[in-house]
């Protein structure tokens, strides 16, 4: 083959693994982190092809423990919502009365691979702001098999479990 159908089959190639993009799978469930910004996490539930639950477990702006939860739609390789803020019950009372419930922002959530994503989010609370996170796998779901197809696509294909 000459260099210049090698050249248009690459970029073909390229283009068609972009077009066959992984979607997310309920393989994406799990526990998510950062490595450099060990201390909170994220933990995802892919319900069906549509829905996924996300858990934020992060601090207050004034260093307190605090989660944040979204339920999430999905659109291909990447999940979107608002995420809600939960307060004011306290621990053995659980009187649903005391509950304080928060739109706290949005994020979005773009899966680069089975091992990999970036989360960006934007509060409208104070002292949160906007920004992004680089996410990789902490832990797997036993018996979740995850096909990375774009890798597949260029000759690196994987089955991560």
Same mark, same amino acid.
């Given at each position: ?16 693994? !972009?077009?066959?993009?992984?979607? &997310? ?8 982190? #950062? ?17 996924? +639950?996300?858990?934020?477990? +992060? ?7 605090? @989660?944040?939860?979204? /339920? ?18 306290? @621990? ?22 089975? #091992?990999?994503?970036? /989360?960006?989010?934007?509060? !409208? +609370? ?14 797997? &779901?036993?018996?979740?098999?995850? +096909? ?14």
């Amino acid at each position: 083959m000459n260099m210049i159908v090698k050249t248009i089959l690459g970029v073909l190639l390229m283009f068609t693994a !972009n077009i066959w993009a992984m979607g &997310i799978q309920d393989s994406h469930s799990g526990s998510w982190y #950062n490595k450099d910004q060990s201390g909170h996490g994220f933990s995802f539930e892919v319900l069906d092809a549509s829905k996924m +639950v996300v858990y934020w477990f +992060v601090y207050t702006p004034d260093g307190e423990p605090t @989660f944040l939860v979204a /339920l999430a739609d999905i659109d291909g390789d990447t999940a979107y919502g608002n995420l809600r803020q939960y307060s004011g019950m306290r @621990f053995g009372e659980f009187d649903p009365a005391t509950l304080h419930r928060e739109v706290w922002g949005e994020i979005s959530i773009e899966f680069l691979g089975c #091992n990999s994503a970036v /989360l960006i989010w934007s509060s !409208n +609370v104070e002292g949160y702001g906007d920004g992004q996170v680089e996410l990789e796998r902490l832990t797997h &779901i036993a018996g979740q098999e995850c +096909v990375d197809v774009a890798a597949e696509m260029t000759g690196e294909w994987q089955v991560e479990f």
